[in-house]
């Protein structure tokens, strides 16, 4: 059973998550230039971004009320079970119809992102890990501004060496890597490891603690319930890879670059990882150390799906910073 505080964590994560959105749809026009916003496609943009936040909303009604059912041992009514599963279902595929009505302002993108996975946190959130997605997303978001600043006031935004043609028959300048890219790639692995071992969701796995899923699932079944338990561990790696993504462009290097790099970083630590293997000891020994190199060795792979998943969430943004234009 949840104790109140952990209730409380819960709720105010959703509640940080429904005011930065609320504050984003009141002060889009400020935030975003005249270039990305047109006036019907924009305006339709706003209303699916209001039904979002009324999902954001909803799931904590939602969630206060399926805990109150559960700790007074009632059972969960069919109506309230039909909602938490219709909410969870609807703000994972609403964002999709912001294709009928793009913008292409890369920070309407992450908005929609990010309201596109807060009630999932909160619906199957079981203490803090709704302000662990407040906190990393924000992280996140920080992080890019800080890096791509860092880019304009160093030399290196003036390099390029490499160009490749665009749709359009312009030319696309691309500057080598650097140095310096050396330290995103490892920011970049930090945030995963962030990701999967901070205050958010491996806790909830390993101990199976079922008092989330039993929200949307009332009775004992494993599978599914480890198949929830598992989508909330993936949604933030889906917004590290778009972060990710949009960092990659704005940082003007190839397409992928930084992705490859941080591969080569994890080449490093395998290898690493491959000469510490044990095979003389106890089988605790042997068996951590094999474990932690095939570990390391999936992270190359990991961050392959992370660049596939980047390049479909990104898709079509377009910046204007300063009169700048990359697609």
Same mark, same amino acid.
């Given at each position: ?21 609320? =504050?984003? %749809?009141?002060?889009?026009?400020? #935030?975003? +230039? &005249?270039? @990305? *916003? $047109? ?13 979002? =936040?009324? %999902?954001?909303?909803?799931?904590? #009604?939602? +969630? &206060?009320? @399926? *805990? $109150? ?259």
């Amino acid at each position: 059973m949840q104790r109140p505080v952990l209730i409380v964590c819960s709720l105010l994560g959703g509640a940080l998550m429904f005011t930065v959105g609320f =504050l984003y %749809l009141l002060f889009e026009k400020k #935030i975003l +230039t &005249k270039e @990305s *916003i $047109g006036t019907k496609s924009n305006e339709k943009s706003r209303l699916l971004l209001g039904a979002q =936040l009324g %999902l954001v909303l909803l799931s904590m #009604i939602v +969630t &206060k009320s @399926s *805990i $109150g059912y559960i700790q007074a041992r009632q059972g969960l009514p069919l109506g309230v079970l039909a909602v938490g599963w219709t909410t969870l279902v609807s703000s994972l595929f609403v964002p999709q119809l912001h294709g009928l009505y793009p913008n292409s302002h890369y920070v309407h993108r992450l908005m929609v992102l990010f309201l596109q996975f807060a009630p999932t946190f909160v619906i199957l959130s079981i203490s803090y890990e709704g302000l662990f997605y407040f906190a990393f997303c924000c992280c996140l978001f920080s992080w890019m501004r800080l890096e791509h600043q860092i880019y304009l006031d160093s030399s290196i935004s003036a390099q390029a060496t490499a160009t490749v043609g665009s749709a359009t028959g312009e030319k696309r300048q691309y500057r080598p890597l650097s140095l310096a890219d050396t330290r995103v790639a490892l920011f970049f692995i930090f945030f995963i490891q962030s990701a999967f071992f901070s205050a958010s969701n491996i806790a909830s796995v390993s101990s199976f603690s079922l008092d989330a899923v039993y929200r949307l699932i009332p009775i004992f079944d494993p599978f599914s319930q480890g198949a929830l338990l598992m989508l909330k561990l993936m949604l933030p790696f889906a917004f590290l890879s778009a972060v990710f993504g949009l960092l990659n462009r704005r940082l003007g290097v190839a397409p992928s670059a930084l992705f490859m790099l941080v591969m080569a970083v994890s080449d490093v630590l395998t290898l690493g990882f491959f000469y510490m293997v044990r095979d003389e000891g106890s089988w605790l020994d042997i068996g951590t150390s094999i474990s932690h190199f095939v570990i390391a060795s999936l992270l190359g792979v990991f961050v392959a799906g992370l660049e596939v998943g980047s390049e479909w969430a990104i898709r079509g943004v377009v910046f204007h910073d300063g009169g700048e234009k990359r697609a």
